[in-house]
């Protein structure tokens, strides 16, 4: 499992959460894995209350599944669980990008330019954990941009689904059409275009379902 560092002032449970969802995300957990509190505690350093209190909070999520003295399994992926992600993150994401057209600041465009442009070299690097980053702050802007980021954690909470499809997607894919659409959303944000860029990211994120058949078929022991 993949450690990471523990912010300043966060609590452990906090800690153990965000640590064992992003593991989970990224597949360091694989679907259908056993997993302990003992371990976890043990690899984190932590006690087991905190790893207790993380993994039932990860299970009103439907991402983890916890048996009474047996342990805990990472769930597997459902589909079912992912579409309605991907439906609701884009339809709000579309509008509040839309939005993000018509008010975003010189600076903000910058950011926008200086993050894609980093996209593109790590991809020519082949990191893609690095470029999957900088692909979640590039979307995570825009509701920045507009002011709305309690509508982005909301749809944070609900696309652990979506993030771990995205995960097996991004590998082994050729992942230029992706920077593709990025850097076309960043055009339709330069030109002032806000319904290009509306369309551009809805088109973007409802991407997934087309790839969805061909994912499972290469990873069926992930799905449901």
Not at 53 to 59: K, M, R, V
Not at 129 to 147: A, G, S
């Amino acid at each position: 499992m993949k450690n990471i560092e523990k912010q300043s002032k966060e609590s452990n449970r906090d800690y153990a959460f965000r640590v064992i969802r992003d593991n989970i995300i990224s597949l360091e957990l694989k679907p259908g894995t056993m997993i302990s509190e003992q371990d976890l505690a043990y690899e984190l350093d932590l006690s087991r209350t905190p790893v207790h209190e993380a993994l039932q909070e990860l299970s009103k999520t439907k991402i983890v599944e916890i048996f009474p003295q047996k342990g805990s399994l990472v769930s597997l992926i459902n589909l079912e669980l992912v579409d309605e992600a991907v439906f609701v993150r884009a339809t709000l994401e579309s509008a509040i990008t839309e939005e993000a057209c018509k008010i975003a600041s010189e600076e903000d465009i910058k950011y926008l330019t200086e993050n894609v442009e980093l996209q593109e070299f790590l991809l020519k690097q082949n990191n893609i954990d690095k470029f999957m980053e900088m692909d979640n702050l590039f979307h995570q802007k825009m509701y920045e941009i507009t002011n709305k980021m309690q509508c982005y954690y909301m749809v944070k909470s609900m696309n652990i689904h979506h993030d771990r499809f995205r995960t097996l997607r991004v590998q082994g894919a050729d992942r230029a059409p992706i920077l593709k659409m990025h850097q076309k959303i960043l055009q339709a944000i330069k030109e002032r275009n806000p319904e290009e860029a509306r369309a551009i990211t809805a088109e973007h994120i409802n991407r997934t379902k087309l790839d969805a058949a061909e994912i499972q078929k290469k990873y069926p022991e992930y799905f449901v």
